[in-house]
């Protein structure tokens, strides 16, 4: 205690440096990221997406040809009962195969938002309940909906017969005779339609549907080539897995930065949307709420059963794989209260493009998407996968950033 | 004199304040190491994420045995699994192959086996219903259609009947 000046300057020196190291711990370097955190930025880049999968149920799903084909029904306005609607009337190549509806119209209006088609190759579940099972599988489902191509399979395959005879017979082999064959004839909601269709052979019957798979297997192979793009994340990904710290900082702002910090940690986002496509393509349930005039919608709990007893799924006799290759469908899980009003998660990739958001169109914009998960409401039925995560405004605003890195 | 005291009480006060804030503020950067356990176990599982990675989501409970081969619950029988996919990474439907023997190490033959699961700190079970097809001989069985779609601490349950029934809960521990 003899010098207490001395033993004042020791504790001053040693306080500086207790708040030089405070600060040195605090200054913001939004750009270092820990093994861990790399390994799990690397799983969601682009370059961490497998080859194309094979579609065992599809025998034409890499016929080049098939795919040419398959393009052009994609675009045709005739396979629809006004003459009006093709797929791409609501899967508009120019909005990333969407439309931007809250719900897609085709001749009448559907209770589901349109969906984007990128990358749906790599799903083992089609639409938002994952009702179908496969690409073609789906692409047949709209065709004969009331609401939106709203025809039927024998005026698809007279369609063909007409006007695509040549480009088929070299892709399938040579079309049935179709004389005598109803002009509108299908298990569809109309009336007279379904009485025609009724009223046919089964051998009459099978002819048509094998040509109405067929087109579904030659829209398909189009389909599949649709991939989803390199986005400006991809190359930060990149950047961050090669550790440069100078690209990183090229590529992100600090606000970009800290918002992929937070969807990869206290935001929960990777739990569904993981992977480089950035969605699990599974079933979840969020919490969001009934569309206002529309039917209850169950989600997955309607359309797990909808699968199993589709005409046109994997184990069906129109597929091409063997019930080893249907993995998915044979071990699907069908009941429980974890389906009840549980959804698909989109591909995140070009998401801030895409409004309005959630399977009915029911947000308008991506902050208020944000505030619903940050938030947390009660599920109108089933039981919600969200828990309130209690992020600032700040912090939302800087996920929202994060967000617009993936578009395309 | 007292000047003296008072001038070393103050620089004492300020320095242990200072002490105390630091380990505050730098609790981010070193992690809860320091913390009480008791501090650490109320710790909510939401709390602000830090540069530390066991707080990127939802941690596993510490100790959490992830072996793949050990005695079930009432040790009637002993069981290992081994995946077709290794390692398990997430979406990817897959296969294992369980073995079960006796404590004794008796393979056990024809057994009847039932398979349960999901996330318990997520409150949701798998998203297939994996199955036991097949028998393959020599205590072991095939078990087709698990598919893990999410990172985080799983549960994969067996349910086995033979000379006996007893039940085993594997952990695993998925990246991503």
Redesign the interface.
Known sequence: ?SH?RQ??II??L??II??A??AY??WPRPN?W????R??LQ?LGLDSLPPLPADPSNRYANDAQAAAWGEKLFFDTRFSVNGQVACGTCHLPQLGFQDGLPLGKGVGQTGRRTMPIAGTAYS?WLFWDGRKDSQWAQALGPLESAVEHGSSRTQYAHLIATAYRDEYEAIFGPLPDLTGLPAAAGPVDNPSARAAWEGMSAAGQEAVNQIFVNIGKAIAAYERTLLPQPTRFDAYVQAAVAGDTAVMRDLFTADEVAGL??F???A?C???H??PLLT????HNTAVSQAPGLPEDLGRAAGAPQVLADEFNCLSAYSDATSEQC??L?????E?E?LIRAFKPPSLRGVAQRPPYMHAGQIATLEDVLIHYNTAPTAPAG?S?L????LSPAELEQLLAFLQTLNE | MSKKIVTILVTAAVTATLLIVLFIFLMPTYGPRFLHPLMADSMPQSMPAGRAEHMMNAAPPAGLDTAANRLTDNEQFRVSFSSDLDPVVINQMHSWTLHVETAAGQPVENAEILVDGGMPQHGHGLPTQPQVTEYLGEGNYRVEGLRFQMGGWWEVKFDITADGHDTITFNLVLGG
């Open positions: 205690m207490p033993l004042f504790l001053a040693l306080g207790g708040l190291a405070a711990a605090w270092d820990t093994a861990a955190e390994a799990t799983t083992p910090r937070l990869i940690g206290q929960n990777i739990r569904c993981n992977g699990d393509n599974d079933f993995a998915e044979r071990f699907i899980l069908a429980g974890q039981h996968e828990e309130p995560l209690n």
